[in-house]
């Protein structure tokens, strides 16, 4: 589960935050606070993977509260969900490394959203302990920001790409076209399209799979 404080000084809204973070599967609140204090407080005793941010705290700005987290050496994400449309802030908050800002009034698709999202870009960080080249750089990112990369050939998505990598990592031997087609519910020429990419760009290599009769297969295999 990914932990998430919720730090916002509108008793309503804290509420509400709260129920909609419960909603998503994956998620579970840590903890609720109004001040910038306190949360400080509670990222010492709790595990705290994402930090709900309201940046208009009674006791001091969000941006001051992230900079004392990262100064204390707490790794947790922030997410801010904030009314404030300055630039400049919008700026400060992207200097810091937050992961998401949103724009008060939202709903809870919006909300939700960003949730899954973030909660992909945690699973794909939590299933490798590096990545291969350029190319999983931007998927990975791509993946927290809803973007599609821009070095991915037409018709290819980031999210089909990522799951293509981390079927043939996570292999004990290769695979073959129709077996990651299998695995994934895609045709096969599609799964063949994408350990192509993979092949050409050097995170996977081609193996021929003899068997008892018939064509030598290709399989791809994960380069570590």
């Known amino acids: 589960m990914i932990r998430v404080l919720v ?13 909609y973070v419960e909603r998503v599967p994956g998620f579970a609140v840590a903890a609720k606070t109004g001040t910038g204090a306190e949360a400080l407080r509670i990222l010492v005793k709790e ?52 992961v998401h800002y949103l724009l008060k009034p939202f709903a809870f698709p919006a909300l939700r959203d960003k949730l899954e999202r973030y909660r992909q870009y945690r699973s794909q960080l939590d299933r490798a302990e590096s990545v291969a080249d350029q190319g999983e750089v ?12 821009t070095h991915l050939p037409k018709g290819m998505s980031p999210e089909s790409m990522s799951a293509v990598a981390d079927l ?6 290769g695979l073959s076209a129709a077996e990651v087609a299998q695995s994934l519910r895609a045709s096969r020429v599609t799964a063949r399209r994408y ?7 050097g995170a996977a290599a081609r193996h021929l799979r003899y068997g008892s ?3 030598p297969e290709v399989e791809y295999r994960w380069i570590p």
């Open 213 to 215: 009769a018939g064509r």
């Open 195 to 201: 350990l192509e990419y993979l092949a050409e760009r």
């Open 168 to 173: 043939i990592r996570g292999a004990a031997g």
């Open 47 to 98: 595990r705290v993977d994402l930090v709900l941010l309201d940046l208009n705290l009674p006791d001091m700005h969000g941006m001051d509260l992230v900079r004392a987290m990262r100064a204390a050496g707490h790794p947790a994400d922030v997410m801010a969900v904030t009314s404030a449309r300055d630039l400049d802030v919008v700026r400060a908050a992207v200097s810091q490394g937050i």
């Open 7 to 19: 730090v916002e000084d509108e008793p309503i809204a804290a509420d509400a935050h709260a129920m």
């Open 138 to 149: 931007d998927v990975l990112l791509a993946t927290l920001r809803g973007q599609s990369p």
